[in-house]
């Protein structure tokens, strides 16, 4: 039995895991945001002029969907002010001149052996370590592991890596192995669970093989090698290739038992529970044709675009585009002077060697949307209302369903703006719905002053 | 180049993907036409230069209609999506080798401007250009598409200049006549339009347009199959039923029309399913005419009654989205009921 979905595409891959990971000089100046999850913004902890140890944490909130950051390297903070964000904005952030010493923090220590066989102490140093979905969702990972304990009982990891030029999951598995497979166990633990799985793409049939020969079964681990599509590394793909269960219109995994924890995340939660390391490194590509060669780094978290790009051999053309993660899911980044953060997997500066776009896009019904749509959607009439306006129609092509993964617009000759357009109606809809509760709210409270 | 230039670059900020396939309208399209490749080298391999001549007059007047239509009204130029020039070769395919020059520029005309062009365009007609443009020749000139020359291969064989193709001797009930065999049908040794005498060389061209994904196989194999089904079924005396069907299956422009006219973009269902109904619709209509139709050839008013069912038939077969189970499907229509009834 072959583990995949329905749908979805065969883009030009463009990896190049053959490429050593290489260790990137820290920047002389690391820009660290406070937003670097889904959730609350973190207060800085810190002010200009202090002194910070490599690892030492800078910001964080009450809230309980949120993660702390960590200075990722040592050094004086010389500003906390609102820089630009790669995700667009300005977001308060702390900017730290490094002093080169890494002068690491104690704060974290290694787990002992109990804590590391319990759920709540590991649960609770993923939270302190800044976990978030590393995989680019940046969902805070104790939240998710927690809220899922009792209702879940199928935990996946997510090995995929089914976007275009990334690498840095295939690298770790490569070249960290055990490691990670002591960090799936302890998600594993963490959830309460017995049993696990890791479902990985076939095109890295030799992290596979690797991985298979180190025993997985003893961490409780079983790997599940899955068809090469995209989007496989989608959770409800990845629930669906390894569990068969389908999530529900509106659902997230653990509605029918099942979580998802991706592969770099793991690794984060290893480094985190044995090291006593928190989040403040990734793995990142840097490629596309404004670069000389793909290149696979370990970067500091909060290193500016700029700076990256630099140590990968510069630009041999100008960029049009930089792409945060891969191009089917990635969104663009509008200034260099940026940071990477914990989310960011990728940095894809395209020219107009990778445009494809058309002046005047017209449909020429095709249906190859519907083929593709890993959702079982109708992208065709679903952009043909929206262009109309129509919400009633809208609503019954199920246009809230689109998880925009972009297979549809990937694949569509007449290079229609589909995505784009799901993602507006969206909006749209989102808008709509606060507003009608924001009518019925005001209805409630000009009757109960009446009575 | 320095990263840090002084210079600002302004960046795009496009919205995902970011990537997108290399098949672009274009290049579909020159599939389908790469597809008709063999079917065109049969026809002036059996009927000369004069094929030629034909197919290039209707292709170029087709692109000429497209260009000028556009031109005229200060329309964004579309010749490059070689649809118009697909729609020429087509119609070309569906002339029998001794039409005159002017017809497929008459039939192109009204295939491109009113069908196509007065609707919109690329993607918006609700008739197949070429088949709708047969459709009024066929109305308008039918002495002229109704001769048929001798092949090359029956030159000599039969005595005169023009024979009955062997889907009349079908629609007749005549006995077909011994130089008509399955082997010469399928290599195309016989009379007929240009594109329809080689069955053989229309399922290659088929086969690639499905391997290279330009089509679905949902379409032609429904309508084949179920013009196979019924004429296997009902049979036809004098012949054998399996005899019967094989010769229907190959003698008229059954193939030209499931591979390449039914399949067309704008005027088939893109829903899955609804492909299917659609497919076996133009088999029933097809066969219907066959049998008792007016004219021998049942299968352009067959896809053009079709044509017209596209819409509805995909407003029925809108599919539930993923997450959706049985289950799930069945209370929802439950509920419904429920509802219903506590109106009452």
Redesign the interface.
Known sequence: MTHTFKGG?H??YMKAPEIPMTVMTPPPQVVIPMIQHIGAPNKPLVQKGDYVTMGQKIGESPAPVSAPVHASVSGKVVAVEPRPHPLGDMILSVVIENDYKDTPCTDLAPLTEEQLKDSDAILERIREAGVVGMGGAMFPTAFKIRGGIGKVDKLIINGAECE?YLNGDHLTMLNYPEQLLKGIELVRIASCLDKCYYGIEKNKQDAIDLLNSLHPEKYGIEIVPEEIKYPQGAE?MQV?AVTGR????G?IPSGVGANVVSTRTCYAIYQACYEGKPVIERIVTVAGSAMKAPTNILTRVGTPF?YI??QCG??????????LGG??????????EAPNIKGTAGV?F?TEE?D?????P???????C??VC?????P??MYMYYSKGDFENMA???IT?CF?C?SC???????M?L??AF?TAKLMFQAKAAKEKAKAEAEAARKEVKV | ????QKER?V???????????????G??MGRVICALLPAVAVSVWQFGLQALLLIAVSVASAVFFEWAYRKLLKK?A?IGDC?AAVTGLLLAMTMPPTAPLWLPVIGTFFGIVVVKQLYG???KNFLNPALAARAFLLASYAMALGQFALPRSLQGVVDGISAATPLSYLYSGEPMPAYYTLRSMMLGMRPGALGEISALALLIGGIYLVVS?VI?WRIPVSFIGTVALLTLIFGHEGYSNVDFMLLNLCSGGLFLAAIFMATD??TS????NGQLLYGFGCGVITVLIRYFGGYPEGVTYAILLMNLCTWAI?KAF????????KE?IAAEKAAKKAAKEAAK
């Open positions: 595409v883009p030009n275009p409800k669906k389908e999530v529900k219109p659902g700029e790009a630099e510069g630009f041999v053309k100008t960029p049009r585009k930089i792409v191009p089917m899911m990635g969104i663009c980044a509008t200034s260099l894809l395209f990778e494809r776009h058309e002046d005047e017209t449909c020429i019904r095709c249906g190859k519907i083929t890993p959702m079982n959607l109708e065709v009439f019954k092509y199920h369903d925009e972009g617009a990937f694949n569509c000759p007449a290079r703006p995505t784009h993602k | 180049m320095a990263v840090n670059i960046f795009d900020v496009a919205y995902q993907p970011q990537v997108r396939t290399d098949v672009n309208t290049r579909l964004s579309t649809s365009g690329i993607g994904k679905s973009y704008a269902p893109v829903t899955l995909d809108h599919r539930h989205q993923f997450g959706v189970s799930d």
